[in-house]
Each structure stands twice: as C-alpha cells, then as structure tokens.
C-alpha cells in the first residue's frame, strides 16, 4: 500500500493534506523549523522544560585516624633496638608505621602493618 494511501485511510485524510504531510515531515527531517514559536511561546516552553535542579554542596574532608598506641609503641622498641646496632642514622618516617636506619653502610626500611582480622 502506498505512504499516501495509508496515511489516507489511517487519519481520515484527503490525498493532498497526505502529501503536504509528508513533504512537512520530510522538511522537517532535514532541519527545517516549519511551526516557529512565538516569543511568549518560547519562554513557556523553555519554563516547562527547566528541571529545577538543586545544587548540593558537599563538605570533602579528610578522614581523622584514630591513634594506633601499640604501633606507636612496637616502633619505639625498635627504635631503641636498632640504636645498639645500626650506624647512627635512624629515622621515624611515620611513628605508626615506618622507620629507616642506616647498617653497614646499607639502608634498610622497616614497614609495620596490623591486617584486619577476619570475619
């Protein structure tokens, strides 16, 4: 059956509204604003589009960690324990975590981790 024929039959037309028709929409599939709005028309319909989104401010902040006393503690023996034997350069990187000390010319790190206990 034919576009026009179809058209015709499906929104009671006659054969030449049908074929205005098509050649409307083909205009206005390349583009073609063949039904402008008026100003008054153009602000109700930008106003009916608007979301109304709300902006959220969002405080960022950098997590607090609880102090860990018995890493504190396990780095300060090592500390003292490395002072009888290393030679001289001993650093506390991060006093839960990290000491570096100097034996026999040679650098050596010591990195404390506590794993999560299983669930």
């Known amino acids: 059956m034919d576009r026009v024929q179809q058209l015709m039959k499906s929104l009671d037309l006659t054969e030449e509204e049908a074929r205005e028709m098509l050649e409307a929409d083909a205009k206005i599939d390349k583009g073609a604003d ?30 607090e960690r609880k102090p860990d006393p018995d890493k504190r503690e396990l780095i300060s023996l090592f500390d003292e324990l490395l002072a009888d034997v290393s030679d001289g350069e001993i650093t506390i990187t991060n006093p839960e975590r990290q000491i570096d000390f100097v034996y026999n010319d040679r650098k050596f790190r010591i990195v404390l981790s506590a794993p999560r206990a299983p669930k």
């Open 34 to 63: 063949l039904f402008p709005l008026t100003a008054e028309q153009e602000k109700a319909s930008k106003q009916a589009r608007a979301t109304g989104t709300r902006k959220t401010e969002y405080q960022f902040s950098k997590r």
